[in-house]
């Protein structure tokens, strides 16, 4: 019952920053989407974003910064592994799924459905 | 000819011979649903694509207006349409239906009212026997251009407005009976460094502001002239906005004279947030609603401002500022 909390509070203290970042700030929601992203990237190349992931679970891996998170992370792993060179090669190495997935998933989508306006 | 600094009255008083509007699904449940001559269930409207409903609904509005006022598309000499798109697409591609002598106006939801002064200054010229003055708006076609194509889901502030799906179309003629286009007072672009385009009406409620001012002071009258004095689409926001930049420049206008075609619009249960916008809010609202009201006598003197936001997608992106114009129409109806 604790993790489900736990999830819910980090997660939503995530969100609510979001909201925050575009009613007080003014941000677009692509603008805010990116910050989340990079804030993320941040915190996973500091190493503070796993510990916060094992902390509150979903709560930190579902929302969008867990995104620059892999990205960082499979940067990094993979710089370890092939010099520089990985940094580059890394970079999508933890997210390909997922972005493949959102254009596959988004394709298929747009097959079946048409905008509702 | 001209009246004052920046306007024009019309000696010959050009008439609103016949009017037409077409509207979709939303604007079938609107305020206003029952002074639509056309409206659909079906947002598409049949098309492949938002963009071609809404040339279509352009089409629709014009032809119906020209059958309305007992000519043929042949008897018209010009026609005068804008919408919002890229290159004026919708209505460059109606006129290509049409095939009447055209002009490409671009005054984004000021296009209503300059596309009808235009008109009028060209008929009461003797430039023209009949003018035909229109333009459209599609919330599909304008959302994706302007703002995020609905399916993205972006949140909306309380401050942003509900583009009207629809389009308005008017016969102006030399001669005949309806209302009268009596004078027309040509907007400055204002900025005053707004610069959010989910605040459309702030943008734009000192370009009315000014034009309105302008009006009055060019044809020497106050809003007692006026039964009705109605900006394009502010939104309960800009409206308020509007109201008190008069108030400070000591114009009082009565709640009951001084309305918006974006307030009037919608109603009740209908998210709109500040409320209606887009070429088609004032031209559905004026060739609708008032042109109707005017026709049963409840309305003789009404002055239309239309106000349009100059922005494009790539100037918001490059961090400039909202440009803001307004026009403003006056109309007479006498009786038959």
């Known amino acids: 019952m604790e993790k489900f909390l736990l999830a819910f509070l980090v997660g939503g203290a995530i969100c609510v920053l979001g909201q925050i970042l575009l009613d007080v700030f003014r941000l677009t929601p692509a603008h805010m989407t990116v910050t989340l992203v990079v804030a993320g990237a941040i915190l996973g190349g500091l190493g503070l974003y796993e510990p916060l992931i094992e902390f509150a679970g979903a709560g930190a891996s579902v929302p969008i910064c867990s995104f620059g998170n892999s990205l960082v992370n499979g940067a990094l792993s993979e710089a370890e592994r092939h010099g520089i060179i990985g940094v580059l090669t890394g970079i999508f190495e933890i997210t390909s799924a997922g972005i493949s997935s959102a254009i596959i998933f988004g394709f298929l989508a747009s097959l079946i459905f048409k905008p509702k306006g | 000819?001209?009246?004052?600094?920046?306007?024009?009255?019309?000696?010959?008083?050009?008439?609103?011979?016949?009017?037409?509007?077409?509207?979709?699904?939303?604007?079938?449940?609107?305020?206003?649903?029952?002074?639509?001559?056309?409206?659909?269930?079906?947002?598409?409207?049949?098309?492949?694509?938002?963009?071609?409903?809404?040339?279509?609904?352009?089409?629709?509005?014009?032809?119906?207006?020209?059958?309305?006022?007992?000519?043929?598309?042949?008897?018209?000499?010009?026609?005068?349409?804008?919408?919002?798109?890229?290159?004026?697409?919708?209505?460059?591609?109606?006129?290509?239906?049409?095939?009447?002598?055209?002009?490409?106006?671009?005054?984004?939801?000021?296009?209503?009212?300059?596309?009808?002064?235009?008109?009028?200054?060209?008929?009461?010229?003797?430039?023209?026997?009949?003018?035909?003055?229109?333009?459209?708006?599609?919330?599909?076609?304008?959302?994706?251009?302007?703002?995020?194509?609905?399916?993205?889901?972006?949140?909306?502030?309380?401050?942003?407005?509900?583009?009207?799906?629809?389009?308005?179309?008017?016969?102006v003629a030399a001669q005949g009976v309806g209302p009268r286009v009596i004078g027309a007072t040509i907007g400055r672009v204002i900025d005053l460094g707004v610069t959010d385009p989910f605040n459309m009406g702030a943008a734009m409620a000192p370009a009315a502001v000014d034009t309105i001012i302008a009006h009055f002071r060019d044809f020497n009258l106050d809003a007692s002239h006026y039964d009705l004095i109605a900006t394009g689409d502010l939104g309960k926001v800009g409206h308020a906005i509007a109201a008190d930049l008069l108030r400070r420049q000591g114009?009082?206008?009565?709640?009951?004279?001084?309305?918006?075609?974006?307030?009037?619009?919608?109603?009740?249960q209908q998210q709109v947030m500040s409320g209606g916008s887009g070429c088609a809010c004032s031209a559905v609202v004026t060739y609708g609603h008032f042109f109707n009201r005017m026709l049963k006598g409840e309305l003789k003197r009404v002055l239309i401002v239309a106000t349009g936001a100059l922005l494009s997608p790539l100037s918001y992106q490059q961090n400039e500022s909202i440009p803001c114009v307004a026009h403003a129409v006056a109309l007479e109806w006498e009786g038959v």
């Not at chain 2, 009017?19 to 699904?25: E, K, L």
């Not at chain 2, 002074?35 to 049949?46: E, K, S, T, V, Y």
């Not at chain 2, 114009?251 to 009740?268: A, K, M, S």
């Open chain 2, 251 to 268: 114009i009082v206008i009565p709640e009951n004279i001084f309305t918006d075609c974006g307030v009037l619009i919608y109603q009740g």
């Open chain 2, 1 to 171: 000819m001209l009246q004052g600094q920046q306007s024009w009255i019309f000696a010959n008083r050009p008439v609103l011979l016949a009017t037409a509007v077409a509207g979709g699904p939303f604007e079938a449940r609107s305020a206003i649903a029952a002074d639509f001559d056309i409206l659909h269930d079906d947002i598409w409207l049949g098309q492949s694509s938002f963009e071609k409903a809404e040339k279509k609904l352009l089409e629709e509005a014009c032809q119906t207006s020209i059958q309305k006022a007992g000519l043929q598309k042949e008897d018209i000499q010009f026609f005068f349409s804008g919408d919002l798109m890229n290159q004026i697409i919708s209505s460059s591609f109606a006129a290509r239906t049409l095939g009447i002598p055209y002009f490409g106006l671009f005054g984004a939801c000021s296009s209503s009212m300059e596309g009808l002064a235009l008109a009028a200054f060209v008929v009461n010229a003797g430039g023209a026997r009949y003018a035909l003055t229109a333009c459209s708006s599609h919330n599909g076609s304008v959302n994706k251009q302007y703002r995020y194509p609905t399916e993205y889901g972006a949140q909306l502030p309380p401050t942003a407005q509900w583009t009207v799906t629809g389009a308005g179309a008017a016969v």
